[in-house]
């Protein structure tokens, strides 16, 4: 088993990058991965390298690409069968190691586990698709087609909230289509990609198809650059934030590269007048606070149609209030936050209350301690990054808060008077990733979907829940407009190239040796 080392009972294991099937030698900066829960539990000790260790990995994938690209569709897909039937031997392992890493419920663990064997499921039978067309010619003898041809080496840039189902979305049809890959997994779980990678490099893969660059943003940043710049890198895939997924952009614009960017989003959810107030109450409640808010599909503003707003806002109050929250091995709404450095950037966040909103939700604000205690409590809070769930009510279109990403456990209530009025604070953020609206009146749902700017609606549902195969993606500042899942990922993936094919004997000219028809089109009734 490459990259780790045993795991003994007083131990982390040591990780590091994996490069060509082999631990990568350099010597890097230790990182040391910690329980979010119970933060004296160290999870793994890692050995996070610099730009040359992007850049290795990259001349490493860039190397292999063309053997695996001449490897038949099908061949392929084999290796994407056993990714999948090892993560489905090793499913629970998994999961408790994604509750531990970064503090997941495990029920929401295990779920994310199985989104990796469904979209492997998927992509197992496109090797054996991957079509192309057949297009008739606009001369005799001459035939034309269009053909899928994979892009190269791709580095794919994943966040740390779905650890494993995101960077199966790129990895997975990425290999499928032909490319090789370099995988630079969020930092802060090392030991979740350790363990993630060595089932890839145990599923048959060519040496150097598969990589693991554990490197920070910064080295990140310089390693690509770099590697754009040695033509390493043919195409990138990041999934974060807006900020930094601009960056991005911008690096592999100038060399007219053109990456998948999912990045951030302010996800309305509408309640209409004629909605089932408790659907709505249970879908913001999952919506708003499931992963600790930490899903770039979470809800951000619930916008409730003034007839019905102070009775949902009680109904969601008493549902917050009511939730189990804490120790994600056990049966828990949520838990802690991702890490930290996430408890740092939410708690900075809640300055964005302002003097004119009611705030509810939880007995206090920020953080859960002993000192600032939550009723039913599960576990001990001082061990972990736990933070109290939060309701912002009175939020106005204008305010900040209804138009920053807060990517933790607060949720802003608005009301409207109007469609227009709900359509207007649905969208003026500026973000358009997911979306939803609860109402029993199908007009109001076509209307919404009309008008909303996300890339997904939901009706008489929450704002996250992704299927392995329905197109994911967003707008705006959300992204640059690709899609992930289902067959809208392979154009991520692949590039189309066509062929005419032409055994006529003698050169036919385009446009200029196409016959006519001869109509008489002066011709009137
Ligand atoms: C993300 O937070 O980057 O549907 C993706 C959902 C999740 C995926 C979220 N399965 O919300």
Not at 35 to 59: D, M, W
Not at 177 to 203: M, Q, S
Not at 388 to 395: A, E, K, L, M, Y
């Amino acid at each position: 088993m490459p990259g780790t080392s045993a795991n003994t009972d007083n131990a982390a294991p040591r990780v590091r990058s994996l490069i060509g099937g082999r631990a990568a030698e350099q010597d890097g900066q230790a990182y040391l991965s910690r329980n979010p829960a119970n933060l004296e539990e160290i999870v793994a000790a890692a050995e996070l390298g610099g730009p040359e260790t992007l850049h290795e990995a990259c001349a490493t994938a860039a190397a292999a690409k063309d053997r695996w690209a001449a490897t038949p569709g099908p061949v392929r897909s084999q290796a994407i069968k056993a990714i999948g039937r090892i993560v489905e031997r090793n499913k629970e392992d998994l999961a408790r190691l994604i509750t531990r890493e970064i503090g997941k419920p495990y029920g929401e663990s295990l779920g994310e586990v199985q989104e990796v064997i469904d979209t492997c499921d998927f992509f197992v039978s496109e090797g054996r698709r991957l079509y192309g067309h057949t297009v008739p010619s606009e001369m005799p003898d001459k035939q034309l087609f269009t053909f899928r041809k994979p892009v190269g080496a791709a580095l794919i840039i994943t966040a740390g909230n779905f650890p494993v189902a995101v960077p199966s979305w790129y990895l997975v049809p990425a290999l499928l289509c032909g490319n090789t890959v370099v995988w630079k997994p969020a930092e802060y779980t090392p030991a979740i990609a350790d363990a993630f990678a060595r089932i890839f490099l145990h599923a048959g893969l060519p040496e150097g198809v598969f990589n693991l660059a554990l490197v920070d943003g910064a080295a990140t940043a310089a390693g690509l650059e770099w590697a754009l710049r040695d033509n390493l890198v043919d195409k990138v895939g990041f999934t974060g934030s807006s900020e930094v997924g601009a960056t991005i952009g911008e690096s592999c614009g100038r060399h007219l590269q053109s990456p998948c960017l999912e990045l951030g989003g302010k996800n309305p959810l509408v309640v209409m007048d004629d909605a089932d107030l408790d659907l709505a109450v249970e879908g913001s409640l999952f919506s708003g606070f499931g992963t600790s808010g930490q899903r770039c599909t979470s809800l951000g503003s619930a916008i409730v149609h003034h007839a019905i707003y102070d009775q949902f806002l009680e109904r969601f109050t008493a549902a917050v209030e009511g939730a189990a929250i804490g120790d994600p091995t056990a049966d828990v709404l949520y838990g802690p936050m991702l890490n930290e450095r996430f408890g740092d950037a939410f708690l900075k966040s809640l300055d964005l209350i302002q003097a004119h909103h009611q705030v509810s939700g939880s007995s206090d604000v920020g953080r859960i301690s002993s000192a600032t205690p939550r009723r039913g409590f599960v576990g001990d809070p001082d061990r972990g990054v736990f933070m109290h769930p939060t309701i912002v009510s009175g939020v106005r279109g204008e305010d900040d808060i209804a138009n920053r990403e807060t990517f933790g456990p607060v949720v802003c209530v608005a009301k409207f008077e109007d469609f227009d009025e709900a359509i207007d604070l649905a969208n003026r953020h500026g973000y358009g990733l997911s979306s939803a609206i609860y109402t029993n009146n199908p007009a109001s749902a076509f209307h919404f979907r009309e008008r909303v700017s996300a890339g997904m609606v939901s009706v008489n549902n929450s704002t996250s829940g992704a299927e392995a195969h329905l197109p994911f993606g967003g707008n705006g500042k959300s992204g640059n407009g690709s899609r992930q899942s289902g067959v809208w990922v392979l154009d991520q993936f692949t590039r189309w190239q066509s062929l005419n094919w032409d055994f006529a004997g003698h050169l036919q000219k385009a446009q200029m040796d196409t016959a006519e028809v001869g109509a008489d089109t002066e011709f009137t009734l």
